[in-house]
């Protein structure tokens, strides 16, 4: 896991050397372990390193390959490494390094950009050709690790996080009133190729793109399950349980793959339980596993260590608890949303990135239980939209997912930022009119897992994870079992309350008080209820001058937020202020004017 930039100029100039090292230097976070910059002719490359794999400075990145003519940087983890460089070396390559980072080298130099299909991984890489100019950039399937990018007709820039590019500088920081769209449709999420500003973009999930020194481009999207059923499992829930859970071990163990110790951020739901049951059952004793819960507010729980005690105890593992006082949040919001590529408005991102903190004063790497709501049919509202027609997705996906009409939307929002249509509504209806996803429900987690979960969950765990220096890996993230799991007959996931052929297998190894209980979520209470700590923050941001000039809001919309915090609600409960606030700090916190 590291941060990786670069320049690629189309004009005949040199790269600009020192926006590099900007660029790279902002990322120290994600790799304070080590740095390093090169250039040759029109690109030049920037890295930041954690040292996870190969400890050594044989390592080290940008990695260079003179026999190869290759030069790369990666961001990420390839955890079949070592079964590809047996194959490798079979093809006669002969390696320097134990690193995943040359495995990469190795694969573009034998498969060219077909290199991805061998990979099962997190990633995000670029590779120079030093004797053709070309540079290709590639992402993982599921947009685990993330790769922007900023271009004009002069030159192509791209790092891992939205804020390099700005130290960079030249980028342009008008808002995309497409994005915004977005961003007030899904709860903060602006899905790629898009970010809330107009100059900054993101390769996608499952893309490989080609970069000619003339400054053509090319995209390849090189895999997309179909979410129609052809497994020979048919309907037979024993057989799916089994299946399943084999699937979940072998994704388990693959991110067990490390140099250094690996623990599991475990809250006590059913996916973090689950991870921590798969450790056991291939042999992992001691695990470090780690909660953290906040103060009571208004009435509600801020932790559910009851849950996580139950599952530390039955396996055995080294627990670590962290009760957070609400008077901790303040400097904690400002910290999360400053470490925030793009503004994201579910208050989680808080606990995840003061949970960081703690971990990584203990371990590099974590596994995380993120992702298995959206692969698993786990949501409330999923059962709402399998009951609609596979032509009406689009529409039952629309009323019980969006936030508010695109009527209510535009009336937010200056005019001059207002969408000229409902974007988000055509995005939606464009993506489930794709061939495949067999039923609405199919098309609906398609829409979840390849579009809109790389920018809210995924995007929100690697973001305040790196900020302390600490890889997050997420095993219902397996490309094998998101695979299988788009096979699985609908009604295998959305009995027994969603997630049915998870919890099928949640009791066989873990305590049923685990698998029954009501489903939960990270709770940060002071956030949800608009605490008057927060709230004052909040005020205080959408109140500076530079909000003011900015006018993203209507001025009226915002006194009415700011006269009742808690009574304006998006359409599944969510502050409207909060909304509204978060986008505006994150402006500020990053100097955006």
Not at 183 to 204: D, N, Q
Not at 353 to 372: N, R, T
Not at 498 to 522: I, S
Request: charged share 25%.
């Amino acid at each position: 896991m590291c941060g990786l930039s670069g320049e690629v100029r189309f004009d005949g100039r040199r790269p600009d050397l020192a926006a590099v090292e900007r660029m790279t230097d902002v990322m120290e976070p994600r790799g304070p372990d080590g740095r390093g910059i090169w250039s040759q002719a029109a690109v030049a490359l920037g890295h930041r390193r954690l040292q996870i794999i190969d400890l050594s400075e044989r390592g080290a990145q940008p990695m260079v390959d003179a026999h190869l003519g290759l030069t790369v940087v990666f961001n990420g983890c390839i955890y079949n490494h070592r079964e590809l460089r047996a194959r490798l070396e079979k093809h006669g390559y002969r390696f320097f390094s134990d690193s995943d980072t040359e495995v990469v080298v190795k694969a573009y130099a034998e498969w060219g950009r077909d290199c991805v299909e061998f990979f099962v991984g997190m990633f995000a890489f670029a590779v120079a050709e030093h004797h053709t100019g070309r540079v290709v950039l590639g992402r993982d399937r599921l947009g685990i690790k993330p790769l922007y990018v900023t271009e004009d007709c002069d030159r192509l820039r791209f790092a891992s996080s939205l804020p390099a590019l700005l130290a960079g500088g030249a980028v342009d920081t008008s808002i995309d009133p497409v994005a915004l769209h977005q961003y007030l449709s899904w709860h903060g999420t602006v899905v790629a190729p898009r970010t809330v500003l107009a100059g900054v973009r993101k390769v996608p999930p499952a893309t490989v793109r080609v970069v000619e020194p003339d400054g053509t481009s090319r995209d390849h999207c090189y895999w997309q399950p179909s979410y129609t059923r052809h497994s020979e499992l048919g309907d037979d829930p024993v057989a799916w349980r089994e299946a399943v859970q084999a699937a979940l071990r072998t994704a388990v163990r693959r991110r067990t793959v490390a140099d250094v110790p690996v623990g599991v951020l475990l809250s006590g739901g059913l996916d973090s339980s689950l991870i921590v049951a798969m450790l056991a059952e291939d042999g992992h004793d001691d695990v470090p596993t780690f909660a953290m819960g906040f103060e009571e507010e208004n009435g509600e729980d801020g932790d559910e260590f009851r849950y996580s005690d139950l599952v530390a105890r039955r396996y055995a593992t080294d627990h670590h608890q962290f009760l957070i006082p609400s008077d901790r949040l303040p400097t904690a919001l400002e910290a999360a949303i400053g470490a925030m590529s793009e503004p994201m408005v579910s208050h989680d991102a808080v606990a995840f990135h003061m949970l960081a903190e703690q971990v990584s004063k203990e371990l590099k790497v974590v596994l995380c239980g993120q992702g298995a709501d959206e692969v698993f049919a786990g949501y409330h509202w999923y059962p709402q939209i399998a009951s609609a027609p596979r032509t009406g997705a689009a529409d039952a996906y629309g009323c019980v997912y969006f936030d508010r009409t695109h009527t209510d939307l535009t009336a937010m929002v200056h005019p001059d930022l207002a969408a000229p249509h409902d974007a988000s509504t055509d995005f939606v209806r464009t993506h489930m009119a794709a061939p495949g996803a067999a039923t609405a429900l199919d098309a609906a987690l398609r829409m979840d897992v390849h579009a809109l979960m790389p920018d809210d969950p995924v995007k929100r765990v690697d973001n305040m994870t790196m900020a302390w220096g600490l890889e997050a890996r997420v095993p219902f993230l397996d490309q094998d079992l998101v695979e299988l799991a788009a096979a699985c007959p609908p009604r295998l996931k959305l009995a027994q309350g969603g997630k049915a052929v998870l919890k099928d297998v949640g009791r066989t190894v873990l305590p049923r008080e685990v698998v029954d209980r009501p489903k939960g979520y990270f709770p940060v209470p002071a956030v949800r209820h608009m605490a008057q700590p927060v709230l004052a923050r909040v005020r205080e941001a959408l109140k500076a001058p530079e909000a003011r000039r900015r006018g993203i809001f209507d001025e009226r919309l915002v006194d009415e937020l700011l006269a009742a915090p808690n009574r304006h609600r998006a359409r599944r409960g969510a502050n409207t202020l909060w909304q509204v606030a978060t986008l505006e700090i994150w402006l500020q916190a990053h100097d955006i004017r």
